[in-house]
């Protein structure tokens, strides 16, 4: 008898069909023996439902007191889901409980609507599951010290899964979501994108953080950190599939010295809409620069991606940076306002219409002339390259974002992802 953890996202909770899916699905995992943990999200739609009510009240601001509000109000989403499941737990007689995250409890920090889990107790759960009860934990929230609702950022469940997983030492993190695994790019922008049988922890952990939504990042820091065994595999499928099927199908998270890893030098492409490129031109180069204008927007809590700096011309240069687009505004402002005048800079320009694209794979550790292929089928494609970043195993390329689609195709092609690796 074994402890596993299964999540189930937005679409797979979205509508009370599915929701008597999941139920008959964990159920026959816990009849055929298994301690089941069941950490779902909020039914598909509704996290943004919920935000956007918000938003209709009031324009967004940036500061805790309404920030917490928006956990507040956000975490209900997974708050209602849990008690549904439960409810279809019990109706197809299995006894099932919900706890919401300040009940298990997950304690957090502080920082409203990207915290991150610091401790879970275990206590309770434990004692439902001994009990012969199916435990559902909510996703996304937690509870900081001072006893405020914190949720984890968003497409936060899948690290509630798996830092619950990692905390009770379950034997498997299953992630149900509504394609069938880990594929070279989302297929619902390359139709031939392939499924991943296995992919490396580490290039996962690069897809991740290059926008590849399928796990949130933090949940794959966490995988890695604890060693959490972690899959990823489809909720649509019939829910009565032979289970030792079932816990074979989607895709596995391989820890490097794993076997049968796909060699392929690159394994997928990531994309990522959500960032702004922002540009502070005319800036004296001298010492201490990069740290005047970086240094002020970390104080404001804001993150920043990739940075260019430009050779400089007469003593002045360039400085570029991406940030979250949901922060361009407000970066925007806090350097015209703070930054600006004390730097002796010109002007700061913003352009909120690029995207990243990025190639990922492991192999490109040990093969030279990957990043200049991906330049050449950009090129080809007529597609102009603003900024460039690099790590071991992977490049990303900043471009107007109308180009993005014709980006990821191009590059699947050029490194022949639609074929099975030789
Ligand atoms: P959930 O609600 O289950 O958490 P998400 O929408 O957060 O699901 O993540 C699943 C989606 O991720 C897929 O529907 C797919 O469009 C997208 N996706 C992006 N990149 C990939 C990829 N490389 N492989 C599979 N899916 C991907
Ligand atoms: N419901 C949250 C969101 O939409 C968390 C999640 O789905 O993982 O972001
Ligand atoms: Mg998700």
Not at 145 to 165: F, K
Request: charged letters at 25%.
């Amino acid at each position: 008898m074994a402890l596993i953890v299964h999540k189930y996202g937005g679409t797979s909770m979205g509508s009370p069909e599915r929701i008597r899916n999941v139920a008959k699905r964990v159920a026959k995992w816990a009849r055929a023996g298994h301690q089941m943990v069941v950490v779902p999200s909020a039914m598909s739609g509704e996290t943004n439902r919920l935000l956007g009510l918000a938003k209709e009240l009031a324009p967004a601001r940036a500061d805790d007191a309404y920030w917490r509000e928006l956990d507040m109000l956000a975490a209900t989403g997974e708050q209602a889901s849990s008690a549904l499941l439960a409810i279809a737990l019990q109706a197809e007689g299995m006894p099932s409980v919900s706890y919401a995250g300040w009940q298990v409890p997950i304690r957090t920090d502080s920082a409203y609507t990207k915290a991150r889990i610091e401790a879970i107790d275990d206590t309770r759960v434990r004692t439902d599951l001994a009990a012969g009860r199916v435990v559902i934990v909510t996703g996304f929230q937690g509870v900081d010290g001072q006893g405020h609702i914190t949720t984890l950022g968003r497409g936060g469940s899948d690290t509630s899964a798996v830092a619950v997983a990692a905390a009770m030492k379950a034997a498997e993190c299953l992630i149900y979501t509504d394609v069938d695994g880990v594929y070279t790019t989302d297929p619902r922008v390359v139709p031939e994108a392939r499924r991943l049988h296995t992919v490396s922890f580490e290039e996962m952990l690069e897809m991740a953080s290059m926008g590849s939504k399928v796990l949130q990042i933090r949940s794959v820091e966490f995988a890695g950190k604890y060693r959490v065994p972690l899959r990823v595999l489809s909720s649509f499928t019939p829910w009565d599939i032979d289970i030792v099927e079932e816990a074979k199908s989607g895709t596995l998270i391989t820890f490097e010295d794993d076997e049968h890893m796909e060699q392929a030098i690159v394994s997928g492409i990531a994309f990522n809409r959500d960032e702004a490129k922002i540009s502070v031109l005319g800036v004296p180069d001298k010492p201490g620069i990069a740290y005047q204008i970086l240094g002020a927007v970390a104080d404001a809590n804001i993150e920043v991606d990739v940075i260019i700096q430009n050779i400089s011309k007469d003593g002045k240069t360039d400085f570029s940076f991406t940030v979250n687009r949901g922060d361009f505004a407000r970066t925007v402002e806090l350097l015209k306002t703070r930054v600006l005048p004390s730097l002796g800079a010109q002007e700061v320009v913003g352009d909120a219409k690029i995207c990243k694209v990025s190639i990922v794979g492991i192999g490109m550790r040990s093969h030279v002339g990957i990043a200049s292929k991906m330049f050449r089928s950009l090129s080809e494609e007529g597609i102009n390259i603003q900024m460039i970043s690099t790590s071991e195993i992977k490049t990303s390329v900043v471009i107007d974002e109308k180009y993005m689609e014709l980006a990821v195709r191009a590059l699947h092609k050029a490194f022949d992802l639609d074929q099975p690796p030789a």
